[in-house]
């Protein structure tokens, strides 16, 4: 005890050992006290210390007494004293905050950006690729299918990926795994009309296209999603083909379309010309089963026939077009249900395979094989195509809020060796670090968690900003990205994370104070930092490293923007920028054979007529349609080792295609008028086709067997890429479309034109609505456009990738300014010393500007190696760029070494104009 | 004094050791000896169990304890009352009053009717 001097026993905590010091020395005193008052008294020492003793009582009862109530004391102190540490800490933490708010304004819209950007992300990577669908017990939904085939119909020989309507049946009639099983499909476009009374006079006959989806009548049930008004589809609904005329629509749709009014039950909507009735609606949340595209108006499957005439999608096997969903019986493994579900496809497949192609099923069954897969996160179109894309951009966003988080340990390091004064003299009066290092990570968690909650709003926006770019500005896709107690827990833990990696080194050494050295340098707040790597070594490090992460981020910027432009510019083998295309659906209006045939010749003649049309043909299939057919082929003189030599794609088109579109004749001649009906049947070949089924001979006169008819061959042409910039070309032939036994009843024209092909969008339009009012004109679309909207995912990443590489390079330019600038303040007395002493402004500011560049040499050295590993995952998104692209690196690298000699270049001048003197004065 | 016992409640302790503070900070030693002068030593049994009554007030925050040293230059552990105790003090001692007066009429009754 002694030599301690006064201690404050009721504030500060002693520790267990402490109490039983303090008790003892208690006793220890009352009975010297007693024994000294008794010898006072006469008696001698032993007598008055066995007097004192048995006047006490029971020592070792009252010690222990004594010693349970201060333990006591003292835990509920320890408790008492954290939170309030917590609480003061937070208090002083908003306190210094507030009183430096340029600086905090500054630390809070750096971390909004950084940890909003990766918010933003986030939320779309969670709807598109984390999500389950908002329906009971998700994790016992198994789909059945390729997921992200939802608008896909395969017409030919059925494979696994995807379900006709009688393989459903089997599938729902024989499975014992499933507790039920529906099936959904595209309704394609829908031609919706809400009649003015029943819409309260806002809609006029105009029709409008809701996403409309086909789905078997126990959909609801399956899915357990009861209906939020109304009812769902009835168990006795959907049994009999065009027997049900109601639709189950979405509370979404119900609000925009019907204003929430509960008379909406009951109305009659008109779809594809056919009343429909609303028998109710789905609750709020619930879109259906196609995440990324929200369902609105459910439509039962046997309504199919009344949505599509003319097509017996209910009853043609060779038409795939279902997805199906269904939930596991209790007790059943997914395995099992694998097992059980394929072999029911394969049955029904096989049995059914045609005369024609017996092997065919097989053949199908081998090349897309049945898919029973965990189903809790729906189909999705996007998930596929875009994850990829996500996972870039969640790439780059993290980069940002690393280069932001060096930003941010730069400035608390500045302010960490301005208040090193403040910290050393807390310590010397008795701070203990570890107190101290939980003040100043307390400042960082507040920092941080402020800059999340700004980031939550700078995500709110990104989110949907970024779903609009993705969708290429009309229509963003219909992503549910609300936020949700995920994205919160998201954000608040990147928050945390972040002000540890922020805040945890500058507090650590903001806390290894050289107190005595701290303290003698008389007001000058950052003394004993200069001498040895510490603070400044610190900041300087940390530039390096925004440097070489911002590298990192620019060198991927240039691949991918580089790669977009090779895309938008590459050759795909027709006149992409004088086309228009224009999609009719002409079974629709029920054209078939002879009819449809003088059609196609009429629509032709017609279009020709417009002016500025320089030519006119038309093609089933067409250029990037979306739309694929493939046929298998016997080649005269052919012999075909594997069934896969002799499946080609195809495409019928009409007259003067190639030359319509601009492709290269190679050999032989065009298709021409009198390849009709009655002409002899002739085919053109691709380039592709041609070199492997006549590897050295002219196939100019052979002939090839399809259709169960033989074809000429009188043409070769330059391959042409038809559906996507980056395909390989596949084998492919092409026939008169007259000359197929089932002329197609949709299909496209593809109109050259002598200027810019979307002016002559409208008086195209006009003129194929002149030849038949009621036909259904899908689109009329540039080539150009059709060809952007291919490559849309890769110009939105190379967009956003682009946002977020500036980004970084401005944090770090301005993480370098920091850095400098701070650097010449602290050195203006050299900067004087020098220039007193002779030296020129120039060589001063040269002396600046040279520490700059040297970080950022730097940065480049540590970055370009990282660069060089790191974007080799790029690859499988480039397109005519290698994964080593010179010119990304060199362009990344002048790009940082200007904005590097910008931001030295400041603080270069600053302290080429320091007056000697005054200078010289201020130290 | 075995009478005397039965009336010396926890409560009673703790309101002499209140009062003892009252004048101003003291070591245990002379809050004992204070009550012993007080009481005319006939409260203690052992002066020993006054200090576990005396770290219980400190436990509840009646008392405040600092560390100083003593007229003979020894180490001591000094009490004195806190705001709260001062309330306490006063407030028990009303109590005490009241409870001392009640109880001593009834024991000066001299019918088995209320008067």
Redo the contacts between chains.
């Keep these: 005890m002694s030599g301690e001097g006064p201690r404050r026993v009721f504030r500060l905590e002693v520790g267990a050992k402490g109490v039983e010091r303090d008790v003892d020395a208690e006793i220890e005193f009352h009975l010297a006290m007693r024994t000294r008052k008794l010898i006072a008294n006469g008696m001698s020492p032993d007598q008055a210390r066995q007097q004192a003793l048995r006047r006490f009582g029971d020592l070792p009862k009252v010690r222990d007494q004594c010693l349970t109530i201060d333990q006591g004391r003292e835990r509920a102190m320890k408790h008492a004293d954290r939170f309030t540490n917590l609480r003061l800490d937070i208090g002083y933490a908003v306190r210094t905050l507030w009183q430096r708010r340029g600086f905090t304004t500054v630390l809070l819209l750096i971390l909004a950006l950084g940890i909003g950007a990766n918010t933003a992300t986030f939320t779309v990577i969670d709807a598109l690729l984390l999500r389950t669908l908002p329906v009971p017990h998700s994790e016992e939904l198994v789909s059945i299918g390729d997921p992200s085939r939802t608008g896909a119909v395969s017409e030919g020989t059925p494979g696994g990926d995807i379900a006709s309507f009688p393989v459903y049946a089997d599938v729902r009639d024989q499975n014992h795994v499933l507790s039920g099983v529906y099936a959904s499909g595209r309704t394609g476009r829908l031609d919706a009309i809400i009649d003015r009374a029943s819409s309260g006079g806002s809609a006029g006959d105009e029709p409008e296209h809701p996403r409309g989806r086909l789905v078997s009548g126990n959909f609801f049930a399956v899915l357990e999603v009861p209906a939020y008004l109304g009812r769902t589809f009835a168990a006795d609904e959907d049994k009999v083909p065009g027997g049900d005329p109601v639709v189950v629509i979405s509370h979404d749709y119900w609000q925009r379309r019907f204003g929430g009014e509960r008379s909406a039950i009951g109305r009659s909507i008109s779809l594809a010309g056919s009343p429909f009735t609303i028998v109710g609606i789905t609750p709020p949340g619930f879109s259906g089963d196609i995440v990324g595209q929200a369902t609105e108006v459910w439509i039962p499957l046997m309504m199919q026939p009344v949505i599509m005439p003319h097509r017996p999608w209910l009853t043609d096997r060779a038409t795939s077009w279902l997805l199906l969903m269904g939930r596991l019986t209790p007790g059943k493994a997914l395995a099992e249900a694998r097992a059980a579900l394929t072999t029911i496809i394969r049955r029904s497949l096989i049995d059914n395979a045609s005369q024609t192609d017996p092997t065919g099923g097989e053949r199908a069954l081998r090349n897309r094989p049945v898919q029973v897969e965990p189903g809790a996160k729906g189909f999705s179109y996007y998930r596929r195509s875009y994850a990829q894309g996500l996972l870039t951009l969640m790439a780059a966003v993290a980069l940002v809020l690393l280069v932001a988080c060096g930003n941010v340990a730069n400035l608390m390091l500045a302010r960490a060796a301005a208040r090193a004064r403040e910290i050393s003299v807390r310590m010397a009066l008795g701070a203990g670090r570890l107190r101290l290092l939980q003040q100043l990570l307390t400042e960082s968690v507040l920092i941080a968690l402020g800059g999340g909650a700004l980031g939550l709003l700078v995500a709110y926006w990104g989110s949907s900003a970024l779903l609009r770019i993705a969708s290429g500005g009309s229509r963003p896709i219909p992503l549910d990205v609300h936020l949700d107690g995920r994205i919160l827990a998201f954000t608040a833990g990147l928050s945390l994370v972040t002000a540890v990696l922020f805040g945890l080194v500058p507090a650590l050494l903001a806390t290894r104070v050289d107190l005595a050295t701290a303290l003698r340098a008389q007001g000058r707040g950052v003394a004993g930092a200069t001498s040895r790597p510490g603070r400044l070594g610190l900041g300087k490090m940390l530039v390096v490293a925004q440097v070489a992460l911002s590298l990192l981020l620019l060198v991927g910027t240039g691949m991918l923007v580089r790669s977009t432009q090779r895309l938008e510019q590459a050759d795909v083998g027709v006149a992409r920028d004088q086309l228009l295309v224009a999609s009719v659906d002409a079974e629709r209006s029920g054209y078939a054979g002879l009819r449809l045939a003088a059609l196609m010749r009429d629509l032709t003649e017609r279009v020709r007529n417009v002016p500025g049309v320089a030519s006119v043909s038309l093609s089933e299939n067409g250029l990037f349609s979306g739309t694929e057919s493939g046929t298998t082929i016997q080649v005269e003189g052919f012999t075909a080792r594997t069934e896969a030599d002799s499946v080609v794609a195809y495409d019928d088109v009409g007259p003067d295609y190639f030359h319509a579109v601009g492709a290269h004749l190679l050999r032989g001649r065009d298709f021409e008028a009198r390849d009709n009906e009655s002409g002899p049947k002739v085919a053109v070949l691709n380039e592709t086709m041609a070199r492997f089924f006549f590897p050295k001979g002219n196939p100019v006169g052979h002939h090839v067997s399809a259709d169960s008819s033989t074809f000429e061959i009188v043409g070769v042409v330059a391959d042409i890429q038809e559906h996507s910039v980056r395909e390989e070309p596949v084998r492919r032939i092409y026939f008169p479309a007259v000359q197929l036994k089932q002329i197609p009843g949709g299909f496209k024209l593809e109109i050259r034109t002598t200027s810019d092909p979307a002016r002559l969008s409208a008086p195209v339009r006009r003129a194929l609505a002149a030849a038949d009012p009621t036909l259904a004109i899908l689109s009329v679309d540039p080539l150009s456009d059709l060809i952007r909207d291919s490559i849309s995912q890769d110009r939105l990443v190379a967009q956003v990738v682009t946002f977020f590489g500036t980004l970084a390079l401005v944090l770090a330019a301005v993480g370098l300014y920091g850095v400098m600038a701070y650097a010449t303040v602290r050195n203006t007395s050299e900067f004087g010393l020098r220039m007193a002493l002779g030296a020129e402004p120039g060589d001063v500011a040269f002396l600046v500007l040279k520490e700059a560049l040297l970080l950022t040499a730097g940065g480049v050295l540590l970055g370009t190696p990282i660069a060089l590993v790191v974007t080799r995952m790029l690859r499988s998104q480039l397109f005519g760029i290698g994964t080593l692209d010179l010119p990304s690196i060199g362009i990344a690298i002048v790009v940082l070494a200007t904005s590097a000699a910008i931001a030295g270049y400041l603080p270069a001048r600053r302290a080429s104009r320091v007056a000697p003197l005054d200078a010289l004065r201020a130290d | 004094m075995d009478d005397l016992d039965v009336s010396l409640t926890r409560g009673t302790l703790d309101l002499l050791l209140l009062k003892a503070l009252s004048w101003g900070p003291r070591?245990?030693?002379a809050v004992?000896d204070w009550i012993e002068q007080a009481t005319g030593a006939a409260l203690i049994?052992?002066?020993?169990?006054l200090?576990?009554a005396l770290?219980?007030l400190?436990?509840h925050g009646l008392v405040?304890?600092?560390?100083?040293l003593?007229e003979?230059n020894?180490?001591?552990?000094y009490y004195h009352l806190s705001a709260a105790g001062h309330r306490r003090l006063q407030g028990g001692t009303t109590s005490w009053h009241q409870f001392v007066e009640s109880a001593g009429r009834a024991l000066r009754a001299t019918s088995p009717e209320p008067a």
Excluded: C, F, I, Q
């Excluded at chain 2, 405040?64 to 100083?68: L, S």
């Excluded at chain 2, 020894?74 to 552990?77: D, G, I, L, V």
């Design positions: 070591h245990g030693y004992v049994v052992g002066e020993g169990t200090y576990p770290h219980r400190e436990r405040e304890a600092d560390w100083g003593s003979n020894r180490h001591a552990k």
